[in-house]
């Protein structure tokens, strides 16, 4: 093997630069980084020392974020302007994924939120501790809304949940959007509520300030509600709305007429509907 001064074998760059010959032969295939010598007869692959910190700088922008097409652009260092361009681009793009990531994590603490909220619940009723009665204010909060017509040949079914979730799934998808909170349902009426007799129902999803959909925003909350906690299947909810309602007609309260049902731990965190919890609330005057 005939070794040329001041050259590397490709063997000898890559464990200098702790990186496969793959990697090498690959750079070499798409342009980026191209042996500076190659023996006709042998077909070696020599670099020299210059390429060491080539090598060393790809590593690094790899670390950074940039794509190897973006690195191809960056490595030759003759435009200053150039270079700060792509620098500044790629500050943009981080800056873009950092808002992603934040929204993420925001929507993950929520659901850990509603879920440590919901499993305090059901431990107060393993210790035979009744939910209580009480009258809350409701936040103030911007959500997307959309107004579903109810399968009167199914009453309120899996059909209709599936729908629902199916449309938040879709809009979420759609828009780019991450929930800022639980899902609330709004029924015109809570006689038909407990009836299970309604015809209409509204879904209010949470989502962030930045979100520009101003066609599906509507402000929510402000408002003043008795409230309590139902754990247990959704079809025995009307046994809890009637003990409000009671509450309510003993302590001399006037209802506006809605009901919001507030998700904490659902189908979607658990398979068993013993376990579901939501929060209701009676709007009043």
Known sequence: MVKLQNYYLIGELAEICEISTITLRYYDKIGILKPDKICSKTNYRYYSKEKVLLILMIKYYKRLGFTLNEI????????????KRHFTDKLEEIQSDIQISLRKYQAVWEWNQLLTEGTSYLSSVFDSEIPEIKIIKIPKCKVVTAKFVVDTNQGYSDYNDVIINKHIVNTAEKYNLYCAGPVFLIYNNYVERIGENFKEIEIYVPIYRESSLPELIVNFGDVKAVSTIHIGKYSDINLTYLKLVKWC?????????????????DPWSTDNEQNYVTRIFLPIN
């Open 72 to 83: 191809k652009e960056l490595l030759p260092r003759s435009d200053l302007i150039e270079m």
């Open 249 to 265: 007609y003993e302590n001399s309260i006037v209802l506006q007429g809605s009901a919001i049902e507030k998700y904490l731990i």
